[in-house]
């Protein structure tokens, strides 16, 4: 039998946890601003907003940039629950656009058969692409489609923490608004549970983390 997934855990995973065990602070410590940094480092994106999953992730997300009732959102025929639940959440809804038979990514020529044919009136706030197993999207080609409409782009990069497109890492947010990971144990990386959403825009970082933090800010300027 193949299992799902199963995660490597090894003694130095251990000595941090314990190390944030013994330390003042379980949750919302430095040790979340550092993880922060180091995955915008990584991936080369300008902001990071940690959560608590990555259906989180994309729940903020989709609020940032402004989905709501009366909106939709699109995303692939074939992925996770949670990258059409983040649009129902909302209040939006939510249709597909069907996938390529071979990468199970976003069909180039469906999604611009789907343009086409909507009623510019009836057109996505935004659109989910999820980097099916980790396989890049054709980003460029989504972005070239959906920029015209000024639809948003929302990268569920949940199983693509460390891939590349054009010598990037998936991440830099090159060609999307947001891109969004998850940290849960079949993931790339584990925190147990976890996410975090990626931009390059401080105007959505802004957002994001006021909304991950239940609108409590320390900073002056914005309360």
């Not at 920029?147 to 923490?161: G, T």
């Amino acid at each position: 039998m193949i299992s799902y997934g199963k995660q490597s855990i090894d003694q130095s995973d251990i000595d941090s946890v314990v190390s944030v065990l013994k330390s003042d602070f379980l949750t919302q410590g430095k040790q979340v601003s550092i993880f922060e940094q180091c995955l915008t480092d990584y991936t080369g994106s300008k902001y990071g907003v940690a959560v608590n999953s990555g259906t989180s992730a994309l729940h903020i997300a989709c609020l940032a940039l402004g989905v709501g009732k009366g909106d939709s959102v699109w995303a692939p025929a074939i992925s996770f629950v949670a990258s059409s639940n983040c649009a129902l959440y909302c209040g939006a809804d939510i249709d597909f656009v069907d996938v390529d038979t071979t990468s199970g990514n976003i069909d180039i020529e469906s999604l611009l058969e789907k343009l086409n044919k909507t009623d510019k009136q009836k057109l996505p706030k935004a659109i989910v692409v999820v980097h099916m197993a980790g396989n890049p999207c054709d980003l460029e080609a989504i972005y070239n489609l959906v920029q015209p409409f000024n639809i948003k782009i929302i990268e569920d990069a949940s199983h693509a923490l460390g891939g590349e497109y054009k010598n990037k890492k998936i991440g830099s947010c090159e060609f999307s608004d947001i891109t969004t990971l998850s940290f849960h144990p079949v993931k790339i990386i584990t925190t147990g549970e976890g996410g975090m959403s990626l931009t390059n825009s401080k105007v959505l970082s802004d957002k994001m983390r006021l909304l991950a933090s239940h609108g409590i800010t320390k900073d002056k300027n914005i309360m």
